[in-house]
């Protein structure tokens, strides 16, 4: 009898271990500006390569950037946890959305804060960024594009939306939009020339944007 129920409580774990999360997904824009040192005109210079929510999603996804981004099943996105009632919530994430078909492509990295929360006592929830985890080492297509462990950002800014309801909190975000800085190390291929190089730098006032009605999807 003790074994029949060590049995069945280690069912119960197995089960409520693999139970879906829940995850608001809000599309996001991005500018990433990264100053590295170059040689131009054979000195050593300081230069400024910016990177946008295109370029972003090419290297999650492995591709040369420059490729065409098909805004119907790819899109750069926030996916945001419902932290309100939870304990241990798992982290919301910077990904690789397809909105056709509600999945996941590619998790870019997480974000080290409980940023779907109330801050205060009133009748609207805001949702907070903080620093993010370092971005997940790319395998879809290493060879070509990915982002390295080493990439790390810092974002600071918040937005806000209807949250009455703390079982149903689905707000449509708005607000400022949050700054980005850190350091990324990035292997990225130009779309023309087709070799893949080692890029890194400092990426100093960047920036993400985004809101709206958020989409569901569970993973």
Same mark, same amino acid.
């Given at each position: 009898?003790?074994?029949?129920?060590? !049995?069945?409580?280690?069912?119960?774990?197995?089960?409520?271990?693999?139970?879906?999360?829940?995850?608001?997904?809000?599309?996001?824009?991005?500018?990433?500006?990264?100053?590295?040192?170059?040689?131009?005109?054979?000195? +050593?210079?300081?230069?400024?390569?910016?990177?946008?929510?295109?370029?972003?999603?090419?290297?999650?996804?492995?591709?040369?950037?420059?490729?065409?981004?098909?805004?119907?099943?790819?899109?750069?996105?926030?996916?945001?946890? +419902?932290?309100?009632?939870?304990?241990?919530?798992?982290?919301?994430?910077?990904?690789?959305?397809?909105? /056709?078909?509600?999945?996941?492509?590619?998790?870019?990295?997480?974000?080290?804060?409980?940023?779907?929360?109330?801050? /205060?006592?009133?009748?609207?929830?805001?949702?907070?960024?903080?620093?993010?985890?370092?971005?997940?080492?790319?395998?879809?297509?290493?060879?070509?594009?990915?982002? #390295?462990?080493?990439?790390?950002?810092?974002?600071?800014? !918040?937005?806000?939306?209807?949250?009455?309801?703390?079982?149903? #909190?689905?707000?449509?975000?708005?607000?400022?939009?949050?700054?980005?800085?850190?350091?990324?190390?990035?292997?990225?291929?130009?779309?023309?020339?087709?070799?893949?190089?080692?890029?890194?730098?400092?990426?100093?006032?960047? /920036?993400?944007?985004?809101?709206?009605?958020?989409?569901? #999807?569970?993973?």
């Amino acid at each position: 009898m003790k074994r029949t129920l060590l !049995s069945l409580a280690s069912l119960i774990l197995t089960v409520s271990a693999a139970q879906a999360v829940d995850f608001f997904v809000y599309k996001v824009t991005a500018k990433l500006p990264v100053l590295t040192v170059a040689q131009v005109g054979g000195v +050593d210079k300081i230069v400024t390569r910016t990177f946008v929510a295109d370029d972003l999603i090419n290297i999650a996804l492995g591709r040369p950037l420059g490729t065409k981004v098909n805004s119907s099943t790819e899109m750069l996105a926030v996916a945001g946890v +419902d932290e309100l009632d939870s304990v241990n919530p798992p982290a919301s994430k910077l990904i690789v959305f397809n909105p /056709s078909t509600k999945k996941n492509l590619a998790t870019i990295t997480t974000v080290s804060s409980l940023n779907m929360k109330y801050v /205060s006592n009133s009748p609207r929830g805001s949702a907070t960024a903080a620093t993010t985890q370092p971005f997940v080492e790319s395998t879809v297509n290493p060879t070509v594009a990915k982002f #390295f462990a080493g990439t790390s950002l810092f974002l600071a800014g !918040s937005g806000k939306g209807p949250g009455a309801d703390p079982f149903d #909190f689905r707000p449509p975000v708005t607000g400022g939009t949050t700054m980005l800085n850190g350091r990324v190390k990035l292997l990225i291929t130009e779309k023309t020339g087709g070799t893949a190089t080692v890029f890194e730098g400092l990426v100093v006032k960047g /920036s993400m944007s985004g809101g709206g009605a958020p989409l569901l #999807f569970s993973e």
